[in-house]
């Protein structure tokens, strides 16, 4: 954006860039399109650290999902684990599926094009010069027609695509 972008041009803008830093809830979950491209599922804590109007300290945490694509995803499989801290960039993406009952659901993911990976291989915090994972991170190159469908669950289904392309 340049000092001269007018009103009419900010309008125009799109902007759906995501970054946190939290911790893994669970294992990852890594599976595979028919054409044999890994996707995985990884779900975070991410905790905003507060004062109330007491001046006692609370933590408010969200939890987000997150998928990752390619290498990128086999990676997490090895080196990540219930409660690893790790670093991602990615796109906010919007949900629809539907729950075995038949119920609509919808929910908000993070389909991540960077991860950095904030503990050593050996499970211990790494504070600076971390690994960086972001080959093989964000949406696959064709999503629609070789991606599997999606079985009918009762949580966010993972992303890339429509519902009904992620094998989860």
């Known amino acids: 954006m340049t000092p001269t972008t007018t009103p009419a041009q900010l309008r125009l803008l799109q902007l759906n860039d995501v970054r946190l830093v939290g ?15 890994a996707v995985a599922r990884l779900d975070m804590a991410v905790n905003r650290r507060f ?15 997150v998928t990752v694509w390619r290498e990128a995803a086999e990676r997490c499989r090895e080196r990540l684990k219930k409660g690893s ?3 991602v960039e990615g796109r906010l993406r919007s949900t629809n599926w ?7 659901r919808s ?5 991540a094009y960077r991860l950095q990976f904030l503990a050593k291989n050996t499970g211990e915090e790494a504070p600076s010069g971390s ?18 469908p999606q079985a009918a669950r009762s949580e966010p289904p993972a992303s890339g695509g429509s519902n009904d392309d992620i094998p989860f």
């Open 51 to 65: 004062k109330d109007g007491m001046g006692e300290w609370r933590d408010d945490t969200t939890f987000v999902p």
């Open 85 to 87: 801290p790790i670093y």
């Open 131 to 148: 690994e960086s994972e972001t080959e093989g991170a964000g949406e696959p190159a064709a999503v629609g027609a070789e991606m599997a």
């Open 98 to 104: 539907e729950t075995k009952d038949g119920q609509k």
């Open 23 to 37: 911790r893994l809830t669970r294992d990852p979950e890594v599976r595979y399109t028919p054409k044999g491209q």
């Open 107 to 111: 929910g908000i993911e993070v389909e």
